[in-house]
């Protein structure tokens, strides 16, 4: 079984700062895949990063970037230049691979960006 | 829009009634799942079709949940005789396909039930 733990509920930060979203991860199988989705008010689920856990370099996508750090088994999601429209849940999921499809969440943090 | 559609986007009911949503996947994608969240939480799965074969279906999916997706179109998610635990945001989500663990996942705003 998979499971993801997210430990800050709540995160606060600065327009134009930086901020990392602390993300970790159980798994025994030896091949999987981190994602980080963000949920603003609205509901809709949006995709932003993966990793790999056979990548050798760190994922990023335009202002986010993934801190993979396979022994400690955390993910963390970096996102440069906070801008207000930020602010939203976010969540970290992982997937193994074999026949399994489905994501697993964990229970998210909210990102509140301050002007 | 191009997007994932689900409809209705809230719905209220009364204990012990029938519902039926639906989801308009983005018309390439063959894969599509339904998830569950409730407040404070992160999405859980539910179940998942290729095309119009349901192939993976979750233990939280009781024998009063069904879903279908006829020639792998639309989908509908049925939930018989609701109880108010069943209250939840009712995530749709749609892909092209999957590589090794790499898929993205295009989901839709969900519907919001609220089951008195």
């Known amino acids: 079984a998979q499971k993801i733990t997210q430990t800050q509920p709540g995160m606060f930060v600065q327009e134009k700062e930086a901020v990392t979203l602390d993300c970790t991860y159980d798994t025994s199988d030896p091949s999987y895949g981190l994602f980080w989705y963000k949920q603003p008010s609205s509901g809709e689920m949006i995709f932003l990063i993966y990793q790999g856990s056979y990548d050798q370099q760190n994922a990023t996508e335009g202002r986010y970037s993934l801190n993979f750090q396979k022994a400690r088994k955390s993910a963390n999601l970096v996102i440069s230049a906070s801008q207000l429209g930020d602010s939203a849940m976010y969540f970290c999921a992982m997937r193994p691979s074999g026949s399994a499809r489905q994501l697993t969440f964990g229970s998210g943090t909210q990102l509140t960006v301050l002007p | 829009d191009t997007g994932v559609s689900q409809n209705p986007r809230h719905k209220i009911t009364k204990r012990g009634q029938n519902v039926t949503f639906r989801c308009d996947p983005i018309s390439e994608h063959n894969r599509l799942y339904w998830y569950r969240q409730t407040l404070g939480q992160g999405p859980e799965f539910l179940t998942y079709f290729q095309n119009e074969a349901q192939l993976e279906k979750s233990r939280l999916l009781s024998d009063r949940f069904s879903a279908e997706r006829p020639k792998g179109s639309f989908s509908t998610l049925e939930i018989q005789r609701t109880e108010q635990g069943d209250s939840a945001m009712y995530l749709c989500?749609?892909?092209?396909?999957?590589?090794?663990?790499?898929?993205?996942?295009?989901f839709g705003s969900g519907t919001q039930l609220s089951v008195l």
């Open positions: 989500a749609s892909s092209l396909g999957l590589r090794d663990t790499y898929e993205k996942l295009f």
